[in-house]
């Protein structure tokens, strides 16, 4: 099984299942030329479902962000979203150009830009507060640091893992990452299985 493949799948799965709008991970300078291939790979295996996967430069590295464009541009044009963005310099709500906007805050800033939550479709109040109180004083730490609602953090941290787990397992039977990336939203079948 390739690294970057399942680095994919076991960072990414909670998106593939439409559980999430999107997910992150890291990649090494020294992965860029195995990356670019992947990332052709990978797109043309998730496009005709809503999913894409792009690269965007850190320092010394690479983030890939893997997002459902659908999830990704209805969290967007929610009114208080936009209006926090709004306060970070975003201006246009339309996923592919909050997206642009984004990977320049995450080339250019010192500091992780940390709206980036939002990206990843983690609640907005836990967002906010991770970033007014620097992460501390929060209730619970789990797929993110949550300040607000930990039943439905809790419920959610419980499907993302049980998620990741079977994607990874499937994976590592031969399922293909087209096999893998469920169309639309969060499949029932699948459902049963969390």
């Known amino acids: 099984m390739d690294d970057l493949d399942s680095r994919l799948v076991r960072q990414s799965a909670p998106t593939l299942a439409g559980l999430k ?33 792009k690269k965007m430069r850190r320092h010394s590295g690479f983030l890939v962000y893997v997002y459902r464009r659908d999830l990704l541009e209805r969290l967007l ?23 642009r906007f984004l990977e320049q ?15 990843l479709g983690y609640p907005l109040e836990d967002v906010r507060e991770f970033i007014a109180k620097a992460g501390k004083g929060c209730k619970q730490i789990g797929c993110w640091i949550v300040y607000h609602n930990e039943a439905e953090a809790n419920r959610l941290f419980v ?9 990874f397992e499937l994976l590592k039977n031969g399922f293909s990452l087209s096999s893998l990336t469920v169309q639309s939203h969060f499949s029932p079948q699948l459902r049963s299985y969390l």
Do not use: T
Request: with cysteine; glycine share 4%; proline share 1%.
């Open 21 to 53: 709008a999107g997910s992150l991970f890291c990649c090494d300078a020294s992965e860029e030329e195995s990356l670019e291939e992947h990332l052709l790979l990978w797109n043309h295996a998730m496009n005709s479902k809503g999913v894409f996967a």
């Open 77 to 99: 044009v929610q009114k208080e979203i936009a209006k926090f963005l709004s306060a970070f310099g975003y201006e246009n709500f339309r996923a592919e150009n909050a997206l």
């Open 105 to 119: 805050r995450v080339q250019m800033s010192a500091e992780f830009p940390h709206e980036i939550g939002i990206f």
């Open 159 to 167: 499907a993302i893992q049980k998620c990741s787990a079977l994607f």
